[in-house]
T-cell receptor, first 111, second 109 residues
């Protein structure tokens, strides 16, 4: 298996633009997580899905953030409109038990 | 309120010596604990875990100790190697994982 695949690896966008981050989890994993890593807040959970259903989105910072999982092999995290304080590395992870497998992350820079 | 804390942002040890990374948690509902290692420009990778019914788990050079009464766990690396230099995240799970802020370990040759 290729592991968790995230795209793009790097994204630079202007403030106010819409940003969409993509994730392909490992086949057979029934949990999918979106994390954000910043210097100030460390690695924080934004939202997670179980069997494509959002279970807990309490970590989503604002209504500007939304996440979907239309099927077991694809998820998106969208920010609209983006702001400079959204600049961070966004990780997607999937798991079938307690151990999570992370993608390589998307480094988002909002200027 | 941060439920998982790694109070040491960084740790530096000499090659061949022991590295001890610490983690404290507050939520008694956590029943599974994990350590992840992260290199720059990569996602965290699983290192070792322990269930709350155990107090020790060992895998090669890596050993995790759990003290439930103190709500404390630690990761021991013996002997430490320069390739162990990375950021180490502690995570506690009650179904979903809550991560600490990480400790940057530097192992000097």
């Amino acid at each position: 298996d290729a592991g968790v695949i995230q795209s793009p690896r790097h994204e630079v966008t202007e403030m106010g633009q819409e940003v969409t981050l993509r994730c392909k989890p490992i086949s057979g994993h029934d949990y999918l997580f979106w994390y954000r890593q910043t210097m100030m807040r460390g690695l924080e959970l934004l939202i997670y899905f179980n069997n494509n259903v959002p279970i807990d989105d309490s970590g989503m910072p604002e209504d500007r953030f939304s996440a979907k999982m239309p099927n077991a092999s694809f998820s998106t995290l969208k920010i609209q409109p983006s702001e400079p304080r959204d600049s961070a590395v966004y990780f997607c992870a999937s798991s079938t038990e307690r151990r999570a497998f992370f993608g390589q992350g998307t480094r988002l820079t909002v200027v | 309120d941060q439920q998982v804390k790694q109070n040491s942002p960084s740790l530096s040890v000499q090659e061949g010596r022991i590295s001890i990374l610490n983690c404290d948690y507050t939520n008694s509902m956590f029943d599974y604990f994990l350590w992840y290692k992260k290199y720059p420009a990569e996602g965290p990778t699983f290192l070792i875990s322990i269930s709350s019914i155990k107090d020790k788990n060992e895998d090669g050079r890596f050993t995790v100790f759990l003290n439930k009464s103190a709500k404390h766990l630690s990761l021991h690396i013996v002997p430490s190697q320069p390739g162990d230099s990375a950021v180490y995240f502690c995570a506690a799970s009650d179904g979903k994982s809550t991560f600490g802020d990480g400790t940057t370990l530097t192992v000097k040759p």
